[in-house]
């Protein structure tokens, strides 16, 4: 069975970082694009970033490009966001996913997916 597990969450003062990490155990989703979802209270689960099985391409969502970076490393089968000049609006629970379709935005393409890690930014 495939595990995704993440952990990094916290609570940070708007304009810190976080690194969020997602470790796969009890398989390998080494031949899977990954990517990160956030979901806020009351909303919609949002796409965050994703990152080819390669990783040599990574997509963001608008509001987090040139603030968070996606990133793997296969020798520790993890998954990384770190994330940078956070503000309150990025507080949400954050969700790894594994994908054998693609690095795609639409979370129905991610067949596996972690417990999630809340992160909250206050002002």
């Known amino acids: 069975q495939g595990q995704l597990v993440e952990s990094g969450g916290g609570l940070v003062q708007a304009g810190g970082s976080l690194r969020l990490s997602c470790a796969d155990s009890?398989?390998?989703?080494?031949?899977?694009?990954m990517g990160w979802f956030r979901q806020a209270p009351g909303l919609e689960r949002e796409f965050v970033a994703a990152?080819?099985?390669?990783?040599?391409?990574?997509y963001y969502a608008d509001s987090v490009k040139g603030r968070f970076t996606i990133s793997r490393d296969y020798a520790k089968k993890t998954v990384y966001l770190q994330m940078n000049s956070l503000k309150p609006e990025d507080t949400a629970v954050y969700y790894c996913a594994a994908s054998n379709v693609g690095a795609t935005m639409n979370a129905n393409t991610y067949g596996y997916w972690g417990q999630g890690t809340q992160v909250t930014v206050s002002s």
């Open positions: 990152i080819t099985w390669s990783g040599s391409s990574a």
């Open positions: 009890g398989r390998t989703f080494a031949g899977y694009a």
